[in-house]
């Protein structure tokens, strides 16, 4: 039963190269927004409904800029709609 | 007829998942946490990688793609880097030539942990100081449910407060399953699940693999009940396979079953009722609080379904529900049987029996009196569809004759509670009857696409013709494989059918799970053979010019009225009709900010009436008998119905009597079927019951979902016969002899 409520969209934030000072801002942003989840050692996931994980990945990108991150990989996914499951 | 799995199970030759076995197979392993809540300092596998017999060490570093998972909100790890969350949590993984080798090779995997202190309740998740377990922290999900006047007064107020333990599915086989490497990159992977694409998309995500390079294929299903609907080993065993590029076989024991799956939610319920003196409700307030142990899981969904049902099956003009889940470093909870539904009924349930008491009123006539009625509308703003027969269901249990109440000075030991451990001979027994209703919904809610997939093909064989019915739907026992078969014999009147296995080279068809796969599966094999009658109307036409709107298939010919058209082999030669169709049931709507919204697709409704006798010095209890009234739409399959009615029913009175996950500093103290008790024959008593068919005009047949209902309402119902027969309030499940006795509040 439980897919119903999936989250509509998540987004992954990983920063290259690895960077403690920016990844730990990302991640504070990111539990600031109530959305946010570990999603692997250097990988930060906001997920949730669309509007908000869209704003939420604008001001966790924002921080971890600010704390010098260079590059920052960000795949998003939509995950709200039936399709993705038995698509063939 | 015959189910085809009955006979092999029966005998012992059904071959479960745990049966699998392929030549050069390795056997994997799971390395879990000790600890409920730790930081992991490092992990050293050096020295297991070195011994004989061991082809796989892994740990989070050898996850090629995404390094969590999860059904709604991906945030369980797939092995735990840095965190410890629960007990349990999967941290390494073995593959060996043996399972001893493997359990001897993570013997010498070295992990170095720091030990936290774990939050252990929801409520403790909720306290100021509290560890936030995630980034966001501890609070996953809160839905609000607002209706009518909140500040509503009424002249006859009742309050409680009720617990519900973390109940177990408890299914017979374990988790197991066998991953194949295909040589090229893919896996095969044969396993026993509730959902095989859901599990197929989570298993490609984390393999780095396009979904097309994973394959599952369902294996023998030893029961499921919402347990197997998240992933367990299935990632693990094609990360192994992939690793060690040899097939790997998985299988939990019991004792690793426990930490292996998700359990139904504990909750915590506190309930305020309002009502006039002729006993119309005024109001219902509720604070629900569950804890979704560590991980997400399906606790949005319960959370949802909680504040949805938790004014029961009545007319409630005003209504204020907070319903929230709460992250602990208890085992993660998700879905089971009637999830959300369940925890609120036995509390629901509860509150009209005192307010009953307080009005001076029939417990079954304050029911009746508020008994919701299609046209009202529910708190969440949904309109009450039919059919509803809520007042008719609790009019059927009230009326069906009780069981004969014979002295029980005397009594043959095994018809009194304690049976033959010479507990009471008779002596202060007391019986009650108590009775409750519940509801619940069928199908996936809240705007999700839900559908199903068939393909039916018609074939004329040696034997004659043959239809072949290809889904994704999970057979977990329930008989959904018979009602396949039977749709497609009623459906085009061939009675050779075979129903494939089913696998991923088909559409998904959803989880099997919301009492939805009669309704979905059984909908979208309907249709696909009504598909393939109007091509063989069309060929009828195009071969014969014969303009038919009704024909039927008797032995070999195409027949319409008693008169031959044309034999079937001519309309087919040696190829086949074959369709396949998507079955898409009505929409539903997410609830808005206040908990309104068009959120569920159907209602099914079940009343119980239980008699328990009552050890009253020992606290020992007897279930006599349990009545149930419930509306199914239409009965597919009358045994299999009734199956599933008992078999809820007891799922019911292990709740209300004996199933719990003891949980000590957020450890499980009773992993084992030893300590954790589910009923046996000993146990199940009697079921007396009477099914109503009200068709619901828009599914299939006017069928109803029938597998969560009967779980509902027989746990309250048990207990309200306790509290007849003690006085007692027994405001937590599962009831222990402690309780009744007077010995434990």
């Not at chain 2, 006993?279 to 319960?302: C, E, H, Q």
């Amino acid at each position: 039963m439980p897919v119903y409520e999936r989250a509509e969209l998540s987004a992954e934030l990983k920063i290259i190269p690895p960077q403690e000072e920016s990844s730990e801002a990302a991640r504070r942003a990111a539990g600031e927004s109530g959305l946010g989840r570990e999603a692997g050692p250097e990988t930060t996931m906001i997920s949730g409904g669309r509007r908000e994980v869209l704003e939420a990945m604008t001001s966790t990108i924002e921080a971890a800029l600010d704390a010098g991150a260079k590059t920052i990989e960000v795949k998003i996914e939509a995950e709200g709609d039936a399709p993705r499951f038995g698509e063939e | 007829m015959a189910r085809p799995d009955g006979v092999p199970k029966v005998k012992g030759e059904f071959e479960y998942s745990s049966d699998l076995h392929v030549d050069g197979m390795l056997w994997g392993a799971t390395l879990r946490s000790p600890h409920p809540h730790a930081s992991i300092r490092s992990i050293d596998t050096s020295e297991a990688e070195t011994m004989a017999g061991v082809f796989a060490v892994l740990t989070h570093e050898d996850v090629p793609g995404r390094k969590v998972y999860g059904m709604e909100v991906p945030d369980q790890p797939v092995l735990a880097w840095k965190k410890i969350r629960y007990e349990g949590e999967a941290v390494a993984l073995v593959a060996a030539d043996h399972p001893e080798t493997a359990r001897r090779a993570m013997k010498k995997i070295s992990v170095d942990y720091e030990v936290l202190e774990p939050v252990t309740d929801a409520e403790a998740a909720m306290a100021e100081d509290a560890p936030n377990l995630h980034l966001s922290g501890n609070l996953l999900r809160r839905v609000d449910v607002r209706h009518g006047d909140p500040r509503a007064t009424a002249d006859v107020v009742v309050t409680g407060e009720y617990e519900v333990g973390m109940q177990d599915q408890a299914f017979l086989g374990p988790e197991s399953g066998l991953a194949v490497p295909d040589g090229e990159g893919g896996v095969d992977l044969y396993i026993s699940t509730q959902w095989l694409h859901v599990d197929r998309d989570q298993v490609a995500e984390s393999l780095d693999l396009s979904p097309e390079m994973v394959r599952l294929t369902l294996s023998g299903v030893g029961g499921a009940f919402g347990g197997r609907e998240d992933l367990s080993m299935q990632i693990h065993a094609c990360m192994l396979a992939l690793h060690a590029s040899r097939p790997v076989k998985m299988v939990y024991d019991r004792e690793e079953s426990f930490y292996g799956h998700v359990h139904r939610h504990p909750a915590k319920m506190r309930y305020e009722h309002g009502a006039n003196t002729d006993g119309k409700l005024i109001y219902v307030r509720a604070n629900l609080i569950f804890d979704g142990g560590a991980y997400a899981s399906s606790s949005n969904a319960v959370c949802l379904n909680a504040a949805t049902f938790a004014c029961g099956p009545y007319d409630v003009p005003n209504a204020r529900i907070e319903s929230l889940m709460l992250y602990t470093n208890n085992p993660p909870c998700g879905a089971m049987r009637g999830f959300g539904a369940v925890q609120v009924c036995f509390a629901h349930e509860a509150q009209m029996d005192q307010l009953a008491s307080a009005l001076g009123m029939d417990p079954v006539e304050l029911r009746i009196r508020n008994a919701i009625e299609p046209g009202m509308t529910f708190p969440f703003g949904q309109e009450v569809p039919y059919p509803a027969p809520v007042r008719e269901i609790l009019d059927r249990v009230k009326a069906m004759p009780l069981p004969e109440e014979n002295e029980t000075m005397g009594r043959d030991l095994r018809e009194l509670p304690g049976g033959v451990s010479n507990a009471t001979h008779g002596e202060g027994v007391k019986r009650g009857v108590g009775y409750a209703v519940g509801f619940k919904n069928i199908g996936f809610s809240a705007g999700f696409d839900d559908y199903s997939t068939a393909r039916v093909s018609l074939s004329v064989e040696d034997s004659g013709p043959l239809v072949r019915v290809h889904t994704a739907a999970v057979e977990v026992g329930q008989g959904l494989v018979m009602v396949q078969a039977q749709i497609a014999r009623t459906e085009l009147g061939v009675e050779n059918v075979i129903v494939e296995t089913a696998d991923t080279r088909i559409g998904s068809a959803g989880s099997t799970s919301a009492s939805r796969q009669s309704y979905v599966t059984g909908g979208a094999v309907k249709q696909a053979c009504e598909a393939v009658r109007e091509r063989i109307f069309e060929r009828v036409h195009e071969e014969f010019g014969e303009e038919v709107d009704e024909f039927s298939i008797s032995g070999e010919n195409i027949v319409v009225d008693g008169r031959v058209i044309a034999p079937l082999v001519e309309l087919l030669g040696e190829g086949n009709i074959e369709e396949t169709v998507e079955f898409h049931h009505r929409a539903t709507y997410p609830l808005d900010e206040d908990g309104q919204g068009d959120v569920h697709l159907q209602y099914a409704f079940a009343a119980h009436r239980a008699v328990v006798e009552v050890d009253v010095e020992l606290g020992l209890v007897r279930v006599v008998e349990v009545a149930t009234a419930q509306d199914v739409g239409k009965v597919i399959n009358p045994l299999a119905l009734e199956g599933q009615i008992e078999g809820g029913i007891a799922q019911g009175l292990g709740l209300a009597l004996m199933e719990e996950i003891r949980i000590t500093d957020a450890k499980i103290q009773n992993a084992s079927f030893t300590d954790y008790l589910i009923p046996t024959i000993l146990d199940m008593p009697p079921v007396r019951m009477e099914i109503l068919e009200l068709a619901d005009p828009e599914s299939p047949y006017g069928l109803k979902g029938v597998g969560e209902p009967p779980t509902i309402a027989s746990t309250p119902a048990i207990v309200a016969a306790l509290r007849d027969a003690t006085g007692k309030k027994l405001t937590r499940i599962p009831v222990r002899p402690e309780h009744i006795a007077g010995l434990e509040a």
